[in-house]
């Protein structure tokens, strides 16, 4: 039986991540970020490795030639051998967005970003998924991309897995609510952080600090990227659905009223969340900028499930519509 490639690449990074969780006596995550980066320095870089292990990681790294695969391929099986270690961690900041939404994202950005070349920008990159998935999308474009994240073993990843799909990223390892050294960019993508940010003199800084009590992680994430977004420039951010329904959501409201332009929300099918509390949307903002364009209407979509074909084409049309009648007018 034929095995498909994305099946050959998780086979290789699992096995022989194990053989070096259990001779480094490290978490299966660390040992993932080994196996990516013998990978791709074509080394094996441990040297208190036994020879007999040596030789097995050897022989398993010569069965894959990363340059006969595709950079989805080699996302979509990194992502994988990611979850199956995240599902034996119990940190629950290790959570990734699911492949469709990261699909939609990239769509949404080919159709706002028309700049042949720009600048991008996920503050909450975890193991970079989201922004490589969206990278994968962006044909026939030079993105400089950046990528902040607090979490040693995440960023660890994030750079091992833009390394695999040469991309190059730029990665800080940091809290992305203090400041940030990093040149303006054109587009901002980020599955939100939802939650209190613990730091209460440092969201002291932010127009949308807590008039009393802990601050919104979401919210002062939503402000930073707006400071560090170039007028004009478009972010996309994954929502809980009740964003604005929240005490703080007065402030946000106002904020957003001063700095962007709404150009839409799709809301994701509930089909694909556990209960309606956890569902999410996807809210597309634009920056003021005197040159810009209000549009006639908001982008406003119910996404249907996914896999119903007919009302996936139904809803792309709408959206080609939109966009006619908006954008391009």
Sequence with gaps: MKISPVEQLFT???????????????????????????????????EELSELNVKRLK??????NLDKFSKEDIRKAFQLVILKGMKESVQPNHQMTPDTVGMLVGYLVQKFVKEKSFRILDPAVGTGNLLTTVLNQQLDKSIESVGIE??????????????????????FNQDSLEPLFIDPVDAVISDLPIGYYPNDLRATDY???????????HHLFI??????????????????????????????REFLKQHIIVQGIMQLPLTM?????????????????????????????????????????????????WFLENKES
Excluded at 20 to 35: D, I, P, V, W
Excluded at 208 to 217: D, T, V
Excluded at 223 to 241: A, D, M, R, W
């Design 223 to 252: 402000e930073q990227s707006v400071k560090h977004t170039k007028p004009g420039g478009y972010l996309f951010f994954i929502i809980p659905n009740g964003l604005f329904e929240s005490e703080q959501a007065p402030q946000l």
């Design 12 to 46: 290789v990074f699992n096995e022989t991540s194990l053989v070096l969780q259990e001779e480094l006596e490290c978490t299966f995550l660390e040992a993932l970020a080994e196996t990516g980066e013998n990978i791709f320095q074509q080394s094996i870089l441990q």
């Design 207 to 217: 127009q949308l600090k807590a008039i009393e009590g802990h601050s919104y992680s």
């Design 273 to 321: 969340f556990k209960n309606k509390n956890a569902a999410k949307s996807i809210f597309i903002m634009q920056k003021k900028a005197d040159h810009i364009k209000i549009p006639k209407q908001a982008l406003l979509v119910d996404m249907p499930s996914l896999s119903n074909a007919y009302e996936m084409d139904n809803i792309l049309r709408k959206i080609d519509k």
């Design 150 to 171: 607090i979490d040693d073993i995440l960023i660890r990843l994030a750079f091992i897995n833009a390394n695999l799909q040469e991309h190059p990223v730029e990665l």
């Design 59 to 64: 022989k398993q790294y010569e069965e894959i």
